[in-house]
Nanobody
């Protein structure tokens, strides 16, 4: 089975910094895209940032210039460094992957494989 294990998150004051990471484990064949989405109460889940295996990154408009995504392909891990945090960044942050893995020896590819989520709270 494939698992996306998130770590980091927590409580920080506005203007502060925080980092989260996500490691993909299991019989992984390839990870096309690895990134983060967030969901605030009463709002739709939105893209925070994503990174392809080739190093192409994509950011949500609200985090550009403040957040940085990086990826360690050898470790199947993605990192999100969040700087200049604002109260409106408060949300549950979900790791997301488009990947292929082996299931009973057969390759299976899935889009939007999700982690359990980690809470990020920014106080004013």
């Amino acid at each position: 089975q494939v698992q996306l294990q998130e770590s980091g998150g927590g409580l920080v004051r506005a203007g502060g910094s925080l980092g989260v990471s996500c490691t993909v484990s299991g019989s992984i064949l390839s990870i096309t895209s690895l990134g983060w989405y967030r969901e605030a109460p009463g709002k739709q889940r939105e893209l925070v940032a994503s990174a392809t295996s080739g190093g192409i990154t994509n950011y949500g408009d609200s985090v550009k210039g403040r957040f940085t995504i990086s990826r360690d392909n050898a470790k199947n891990t993605v990192y999100l460094q969040m700087n200049s945090l604002k109260p409106e960044d408060t949300a549950v942050y979900f790791c997301n992957a488009d990947l292929c893995y082996f299931e009973y020896g057969t390759p299976v590819c899935m889009k939007d494989y999700w982690g359990q989520g980690t809470q990020v709270t920014v106080s004013s």
